[in-house]
């Protein structure tokens, strides 16, 4: 007989408000049986949605699953949909009051300012899981593929569970360039692997992007054991494309003003091509072009239009080593 699939919503921080209302943080855990746990984080960044909107299509399936094989769920799932409530409450990306950035307070201490206490109890909350995956959707101003970003230091554990997981990039990062006081960086140092997902764009829901993670999800989470092998998952159809610091080119705005994007994002394109203009709203012509430096593929795009010399226009993948 195995054992019943319970879904429940509870609170995991929680603290005193200054007019004696309380402020509480909460995740819904899926547990069928006593198998792997598997969770994902979104929120942690206020003006982040995509990844709400994956824990929601999680959730459904999930709901969907205890009505028809109570049996297919053979660990748990625990999804952490709004980590920032304060910030996604006020459409803040930090942490509002504190001004602070949520994923630079890593790990966090139980005492000591509310940033740090939530970080704390979240890394309590997901120490142990099998596999924590934290979904961000870059911010307001550049659209995104759907990519993981992976430490160097952690490329062994992570590639192999990344290439499973139907996204369209995997980009390593030397570990001189990596923060190390993110969420992801906490629970990787001890030993609980996570993997950071960029998609989409700050503000806004990209439903195509959020169903390609999801069937990643799903299929990730059979590898591990936490589905059961008959459990009916989406097909994978996408093979991430590997980056590194080496062939990724960063393109900044020679001047300030209003860019007009010309080039489709995650596209190909060839060195000299013009991807956009950045035109005066008082003047007829054209201040500057945003051309790409190699052959390569889009795969960051300005989204919001007004820009200042040096903002990033958007970023080309050198074509070297192929798909993974
Ligand atoms: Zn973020």
Not at 117 to 131: I, K, N, V, W
Not at 144 to 168: K, Y
Not at 258 to 268: D, N
């Amino acid at each position: 007989m195995s054992a019943p699939f319970t879904i429940k919503t509870e609170t995991f921080f929680t603290i005193e408000m200054p007019f004696r209302e309380r402020m509480e943080t909460r995740r819904t855990v899926f547990t069928g049986g006593d198998g792997p746990r598997v969770a994902v984080v979104a929120g942690i960044h206020g003006d982040e949605l995509e990844g709400l909107y994956c824990c929601h299509r999680l959730a459904a399936l999930l709901e969907e699953l205890q009505r028809t094989s109570p049996n297919a769920l053979l660990g748990s799932v625990e999804l952490y949909p709004a980590v920032n409530t304060l910030g996604l409450d006020t459409l803040t990306r930090g942490l509002p009051v504190f001004d602070v950035d949520l994923n630079r307070s890593f790990p966090g201490s139980a005492t000591g300012p509310l940033p740090n206490r939530l970080a704390d109890a979240l890394m309590a909350a997901l120490s142990g899981a099998a596999l924590v995956v934290d979904i961000h959707a870059s911010n307001i101003y550049l659209r995104e593929i759907p990519q993981v970003r992976i430490n160097q230091d952690f490329d062994d554990l992570l590639v192999p569970i990344a290439r499973r997981m139907n996204l369209d990039l995997i980009w390593l990062h030397g570990a001189a360039t990596v923060l190390e006081t993110t969420v992801a960086h906490s629970l990787n140092s001890t030993d609980t692997p996570c993997l950071v997902v960029e998609m989409g764009v700050g503000m806004r829901i990209t439903p195509e992007y959020c169903d390609q993670l999801v069937a990643g999800l799903l299929t990730v989470w059979k590898d591990l054991g936490v589905l059961a092998p008959d459990v009916p998952v989406p097909d994978i159809t996408h093979t991430p494309f590997i980056a590194d610091d080496s062939n990724v080119h960063f393109l900044n705005a020679q001047t300030s003003g209003m860019f007009i994007p010309a080039a489709a994002h995650w596209t190909g394109v060839r060195r000299g091509d013009v991807l956009g203009t950045i035109v005066s709203p008082f003047h007829g012509d054209t201040l500057s072009e945003v051309r790409s430096p190699v052959d390569g593929i889009l795969f960051t795009l300005r989204e919001y239009p007004l820009v200042y010399e040096g903002s990033l226009m958007a970023r080309v993948m050198a074509r070297k080593g192929g798909r993974a």
